[in-house]
Antibody, heavy 123, light 112 residues
């Protein structure tokens, strides 16, 4: 059974950078068959797709984040990571890592989600 | 971005009765080969979302057959033939036709 587990700080100060890691177990992160994805959920904006990375390192980001986001992958550790710079209170949310099976073009659905980690932005 | 809307936003249900949720997209989710790039998820209280339906009408592995997805283009419906108590939670539609993927606002289903 595939499991995804987010880790990182629960509290970030305004203007700082958030760094989260997702550890994948029970399946290979390097199989070349998945897009590894980040989604967040806040009371104000609901569910929001942040971006994804393919095993090759190819990434797609949500333009609404205005280049604040970077997603990377470390296949040797079965991990992928999210960095969000210039955090503000509006970035307070539960952050989920997730798996999206690769299709002919891109991916069509998210089949596994992590349990989510709450990140609060406050001084 | 493709904007997703849902109705109703709140749905009280009676166990054993049918229920349906509507989802609409601002652009067609139907592509040339006939697939609709629309998924349905259920987020039970305190849990992560879980996949119910993908590509408009395909039930995910392990999902009970009382759940079905219909629709095409810009109008979609999730139907529960007979609601059970375990079906409470918030239902979301999500489009995967183009990035950024976008979600509907959610429909909260609870027992009357």
């Amino acid at each position: 059974q595939v499991q995804l587990q987010e880790s990182g700080p629960g509290l970030v100060k305004p203007s700082e950078t958030l760094s989260l890691t997702c550890t994948v177990s029970g399946g290979s992160i390097n199989s070349g068959r998945y897009y590894w994805t980040w989604v967040r959920q806040s009371a104000v904006k609901g569910l929001e797709w942040i971006g994804r990375i393919y095993t090759s390192g190819n990434t797609n980001y949500n333009p609404s984040f205005k280049s604040r986001v970077t997603i990377s992958i470390d296949t040797s550790r079965s991990q992928f990571s999210l960095k969000v710079t210039s955090m503000t209170a509006a970035d307070t949310a539960v952050y989920y890592c997730a798996r999206c099976p690769a299709a002919e073009v891109g991916c069509d659905y998210i089949d596994y989600w992590g349990q989510g980690t709450l990140v609060t932005v406050s001084s | 971005d493709i904007v997703m809307t849902q109705s109703p936003l709140s749905l009280p249900v009676t166990p054993g009765e049918p229920a349906s949720i509507s989802c609409r997209s601002s652009q067609t989710l139907l592509v040339a080969h006939g697939y609709n790039y629309l998924d349905w998820y259920l987020q039970k209280p305190g849990q992560s979302p879980q996949l119910l339906i993908y590509l408009g009408s395909h039930r995910a592995s392990g999902v009970p057959d009382r759940f079905s997805g219909t629709g095409s283009g810009t109008d979609f419906t999730l139907k529960i033939s007979r609601v059970e108590a375990e079906d409470v939670g918030t239902y979301y539609c999500m489009q995967t036709k183009e990035t950024p993927f976008t979600f509907g606002p959610g429909t909260k289903v609870d027992i009357k």
